[in-house]
């Protein structure tokens, strides 16, 4: 029988309601007329284990670590198999930025991104 609230196929469904995860990375968005500050608490992760991606019309924050699962009933038998603990989060940016604009720091487990709004990025079209 099926225990909808516990897994299915050895997946969580719903998760462990008094369980808190282990890592986390939460940003939290401030626009201000020179630039857009992003900055987040980044749990279970180092610096080593950060990228910022520059896309098209945002920022791609990524979260990665490996981690190592024991699998075996004796001590003997353990296997150890690699595995890997990914978060992305999608910033989108509504103005013209370039790799230049963006300056990034991470101390105390707190993550900064600064996108400086240039105004030479931006182009107008004129109306008739």
Not at 22 to 29: A, G, I, K, R, W
Not at 40 to 67: S, T, Y
Not at 77 to 89: A, G, K, N, S, W
């Amino acid at each position: 029988m099926l225990n909808r609230g516990t897994d299915l196929f050895g997946f969580p469904l719903f998760g462990n309601p008094g369980r808190k995860p282990s890592h986390t990375l939460t940003l939290n968005v401030q626009d201000t007329e020179k630039a857009l500050i992003i900055e987040g608490v980044v749990q279970g992760f180092e610096k080593e284990h950060l990228q910022i991606e520059f896309v098209r019309n945002g920022l791609l924050v990524i979260a990665e670590r490996p981690i190592e699962v024991a699998e075996g009933e004796s001590k003997e038998d353990v296997e150890v198999t690699p595995q890997t603990t990914r978060i992305e989060r999608f910033v989108p940016v509504f103005f013209p930025f370039t790799e230049k604009d963006v300056k990034a720091s991470f101390a105390d487990n707190t993550l900064k991104i600064v996108i400086t709004k240039n105004k030479e990025h931006r182009k107008f079209i004129s109306v008739e």
